[in-house]
């Protein structure tokens, strides 16, 4: 199968186009840049040299390559641009998975309170919400695939089932959530730079961080009933991962270990969840370059309280990775090829 990257010289961009060329199964038609057109793609990301195949930064024009044989393609984009990529991929019977969040919001007016105007709102009906180890088994009819954000991957997948099989209660829920410094994407801003980062750590976008818009309506959709969550994302002094503590009220009668049986029962069998054992908290060093989410709870008897865990590498089961794992299911491959 021809594949492509449509911005492939960002953060996600570089780590699908890494994982893509080491694929066995597709072949890289195309990647894309407007700022790097005409380069060798070893002369951008000198990690492929000798393994580039000899391509090439081509311009991101949407109607030429929507013309091209390739088959399916990432769009490793902004917000907004994502969405004007889509409609003549989508026209020309291309499928698309989108790393932006232009189709991880179903409800318009959710995404219009959070990110503007939506580009391409006719579209919101033909796209799936597809985090692999949740997603409803209906999802690969459609020809847009939204792949979830980091920070979402990283609170859905410790949460979603536990709500949906009344293990804890929808009040009081706490996610703290720490995000390496390439989560913010490669620009140069001062914030960003190693001398303002290195040795600080600090809470950013409290009350309206545009992830929750997506973390709460997915909540809401498998558990069956709104549900509000506080959201308190931090930036670490990392390159990096993610890890996350959620602090959610167990429901009467509920224990760590209907927690985990819960857990067990939900992601028996899928290669990119572990959970460890109660007690051993997941550390973003021993997830980075995997894309793996690790996955770990408590008891807190004196407070009612679970205390759970996850960590997961931003870059990959946060984004490129979980969309190599999504076309994997989608294209019929086994699931962890190219990934592991």
């Known amino acids: 199968m021809n594949v492509g990257v449509v911005g492939a010289s960002g953060y996600s961009g570089e780590t699908l186009v890494k994982l893509l060329l080491g694929h066995p199964l597709v072949t890289l038609g195309a990647v894309t840049s407007r700022q790097q057109v005409g380069k060798p793609l070893a002369q951008v990301i000198p990690a492929l040299r000798g393994a580039d195949r000899g391509l090439r930064f081509v311009d991101s024009n949407a109607a030429a390559l929507a013309a091209s044989d390739i088959e399916l393609f990432f769009l490793a984009l902004p917000h907004g641009a994502a969405a004007t990529f ?64 980091c920070y979402p991957t990283s609170i859905l997948v410790p949460l979603a089932p536990l709500l949906r099989d009344g293990v804890v209660t929808r009040e009081h829920i706490v996610a703290n ?35 929750l818009a997506e973390i709460e309506e997915q909540l809401a959709l498998h558990s069956g009933a709104p549900t509000v969550i506080q959201f308190n994302p931090h930036l670490a002094p990392m390159r990096r991962g993610i890890a996350t503590t959620i602090t959610v009220p167990a429901a009467p009668g509920a224990n760590v270990d209907n927690l985990y049986a819960t857990w067990h029962n939900a992601y028996k069998g899928r290669p990119f969840i572990q959970l460890l054992p109660s007690g051993e908290t997941p550390d973003t060093a ?48 086994p699931e962890t090829t190219g990934l592991v």
């Open 86 to 149: 889509a409609k003549p991929f989508i026209a020309a019977g291309k499928k698309v998975i989108d790393l932006s969040a232009d189709f991880r919001i179903a409800d318009l007016a959710t995404y219009t309170r959070y990110y503007g105007d939506h580009q391409a709102p006719e579209l919101l009906a033909q796209a799936r919400y597809v985090l692999p180890e949740l997603a409803p088994a209906d999802w690969k009819r459609f020809p847009i695939v939204a792949a979830p954000g």
């Open 177 to 211: 959530s720490f995000s390496g410094v390439s989560g913010a994407g490669r620009k140069v801003e001062g914030n960003y730079l190693f001398v303002e980062r290195a040795e600080s750590a600090t809470a950013y976008g409290l009350l309206k961080h545009r992830h």
């Open 286 to 333: 021993f997830v980075t370059g995997t894309n793996r989410v690790d996955l770990s709870a408590v008891h807190d008897v004196r407070t009612g309280n679970f205390v759970i865990t996850s960590a997961l590498d931003n870059l990959l089961k946060g984004a490129g990775g979980q969309a190599v794992q999504i076309m994997n299911l989608w294209s019929g491959f």
